[in-house]
């Protein structure tokens, strides 16, 4: 005969069949670099993305010289720094914390500064020159960091090859192009919850399933905020 389960255990059970479906989501945030379905970039787009990779994790890209883009996002971290508040190359703590980058080319909402939607472009201006807070602080140091990338030869070759139509190239302009470019490689799909809602049923466990349903469903509406696929309605909430 089953045993007749008490209010905790029955409480215990639903924690559990969340917690497991909670990893499986966060998952998808964490298996970031897997390749979405998509036609093959082109040679100069792809020139243009492996260009983005390197200033991505240049160093030399701030002012200081001491803080690359993957200082705060780092790939282990789900593209985060893990803390609970970002620290700018001053040292200074932010405010915020560091967001993942993970599927950061489907979201419109690039930043906890700017309720506005933006294009990742113009969000890469901020972490460079911002003052309030300084991130990479490279307001003030463009012509040394320009003169860094411009003395590389690997890098006159990849903006050469990335911007042929150019004489001069090297610019702060497509310095964020070519970053844009490269987080929008930075892509998360192939989560057990992604291949679930793909129509793989055996991709979630029993208990997985259970914590989704509760995930989803009217009693609990996690869902109504945080909404499939990436579990977020991309809006700002006071709560508390």
Same mark, same amino acid.
């Given at each position: 005969?089953?045993?007749?389960?008490?209010?905790?255990?029955?409480?215990?059970?639903?924690?559990?069949?969340?917690?497991?479906?909670?990893?499986?989501?966060?998952?998808?945030?964490?298996?970031?670099?897997?390749?979405?379905?998509?036609?093959? =970039?082109?040679?100069? %787009?792809?020139?243009?993305?492996?260009?983005? /990779?390197? +200033? @991505?994790?240049?160093?030399?890209?701030?002012? !200081?010289?001491?803080?690359?883009?993957?200082?705060?996002?780092?790939?282990?971290?789900?593209?985060?720094?893990?803390?609970?508040?970002?620290?700018?190359?001053?040292?200074?703590?932010?405010?915020?914390?560091?967001?993942?980058?993970?599927?950061?080319?489907?979201?419109?909402?690039?930043?906890?500064?700017?309720?506005?939607?933006?294009?990742?472009?113009?969000?890469?201006?901020?972490?460079?020159?911002?003052?309030?807070?300084?991130?990479?602080?490279?307001?003030?140091?463009?012509? =040394?960091?320009?003169? %860094?990338?411009?003395?590389?030869?690997?890098? /006159?070759? +990849? @903006?050469?090859?990335?911007?042929?139509?150019? !004489?001069?190239?090297?610019?702060?302009?497509?310095?964020?192009?070519?970053?844009?470019?490269?987080?929008?490689?930075?892509?998360?799909?192939?989560?057990?919850?992604?291949?679930?809602?793909?129509?793989?049923?055996?991709?979630?466990?029993?208990?997985?399933?259970?914590?989704?349903?509760?995930?989803?469903?009217?009693?609990?509406?996690?869902?109504?905020?945080?909404?499939?696929?990436?579990?977020?309605?991309?809006?700002?909430?006071?709560?508390?």
């Amino acid at each position: 005969m089953r045993p007749r389960l008490t209010r905790k255990a029955t409480l215990s059970r639903h924690a559990r069949a969340g917690a497991l479906v909670t990893a499986a989501i966060l998952f998808a945030a964490f298996s970031t670099g897997t390749a979405a379905r998509q036609q093959p =970039p082109s040679r100069q %787009h792809a020139t243009l993305i492996e260009l983005g /990779r390197h +200033l @991505f994790y240049d160093i030399r890209l701030s002012g !200081p010289g001491y803080m690359s883009c993957a200082t705060c996002h780092k790939p282990e971290k789900a593209f985060t720094d893990g803390r609970p508040v970002a620290i700018g190359v001053t040292g200074e703590r932010h405010t915020r914390n560091t967001p993942t980058l993970a599927n950061i080319g489907d979201f419109k909402l690039l930043g906890w500064a700017n309720p506005e939607p933006q294009s990742l472009e113009a969000q890469m201006l901020r972490p460079l020159f911002s003052e309030t807070p300084i991130e990479m602080g490279t307001l003030g140091h463009e012509t =040394p960091v320009l003169l %860094h990338i411009s003395s590389n030869a690997v890098y /006159r070759e +990849l @903006f050469e090859g990335a911007f042929p139509a150019q !004489p001069a190239p090297i610019n702060f302009d497509n310095i964020t192009r070519a970053i844009a470019a490269f987080q929008r490689t930075l892509i998360s799909r192939d989560s057990p919850y992604d291949r679930f809602a793909a129509g793989d049923r055996n991709a979630l466990s029993p208990e997985a399933r259970q914590g989704l349903a509760l995930f989803t469903g009217e009693r609990l509406k996690c869902s109504q905020c945080h909404q499939p696929p990436h579990f977020t309605d991309q809006r700002f909430h006071n709560t508390g």
